[in-house]
T-cell receptor, first 115, second 114 residues
Framework: NAGVTQTPKFRILKIGQSMTLQCTQD?????MYWYRQDPGMGLKLIYY???????DKGEVPNGYNVSRSTTEDFPLRLELAAPSQTSVYFC??????????????FGSGTRLTVV | GESVGLHLPTLSVQEGDNSIINCAYS??????FIWYKQESGKGPQFIID?????DKRQGQRVTVLLNKTVKHLSLQIAATQPGDSAVYFC?????????????FGGGTRVLVKP
């Protein structure tokens, strides 16, 4: 049981380049989330999904896109990378009933630097 | 190493002493709260949770206190150990929140001195 797996762990992008951050979970969780964490800050929600085919914006969605074609996968797409997107990105998942499942399971993160 | 925590408030505690980490939350409608621990280079890990119908919950060496009147949470770690060195975040949500979205606080770095 791998939990939540994120790839890559590290990436350097040039301004204007595109990339996809991959996230997959093997716990059959319905809900999945993407957060970003800037130095000295808490986590901010980018996008989330309550099931395959359903996505919705979080607090800071600009510059990102997501898709949820399967229960397991929730990729995050950066179309035109900007220095402001330099951050550590965390994917998380949950059953969707927090009271029963004690919160989210997080991946180990992707550290992205845009230069 | 992980750059998260560079500008975070820091709590320095002697090994073996008790630690108290505080968190003020913003949404009076929040009814579920979680404390997470984040070690360098890793994702946040669940420590303990509490529902709004409780004011105290205990786990192994950890206790969470909730004061809904002033919208304040605290995490107490008993007999702090070197392995407790990490950044600690509180998070809040409500059962009514779409997608059970968690809102995270800014975090506190705990440094355990031997």
């Amino acid at each position: 049981n791998a939990g939540v797996t994120q790839t890559p762990k590290f990436r350097i992008l040039k301004i204007g380049q595109s990339m996809t951050l991959q996230c997959t979970q093997d716990m059959n969780h319905n809900y999945m989330y993407w957060y970003r964490q800037d130095p000295g800050m808490g986590l901010k929600l980018i996008y989330y999904s309550v099931g395959a085919g359903i996505t919705d914006k979080g607090e800071v969605p600009n510059g990102y896109n997501v898709s949820r074609s399967t229960t397991e996968d929730f990729p995050l797409r950066l179309e035109l990378a900007a220095p402001s997107q330099t951050s550590v990105y965390f994917c998380a998942s949950s059953f969707g009933q927090l009271l029963a499942n004690y919160g989210y399971t997080f991946g180990s993160g992707t550290r992205l630097t845009v230069v | 190493g992980e750059s998260v925590g560079l500008h975070l408030p820091t709590l320095s505690v002697q090994e073996g002493d008790n630690s108290i980490i505080n968190c003020a939350y913003s949404n009076s409608a929040s009814d579920y709260f979680i404390w997470y621990k984040q070690e360098s280079g890793k994702g946040p890990q669940f420590i303990i949770d509490i529902r709004s119908n409780m004011d105290k919950r205990q786990g192994q060496r950890v206790t969470v206190l909730l004061n809904k009147t002033v919208k304040h949470l605290s995490l107490q770690i008993a007999a702090t150990q070197p392995g407790d060195s990490a950044v600690y975040f509180c998070a809040e949500t409500s059962q009514a929140a779409a997608g059970n979205k968690l809102t995270f606080g800014g975090g506190t770095r705990v440094l355990v001195k031997p």
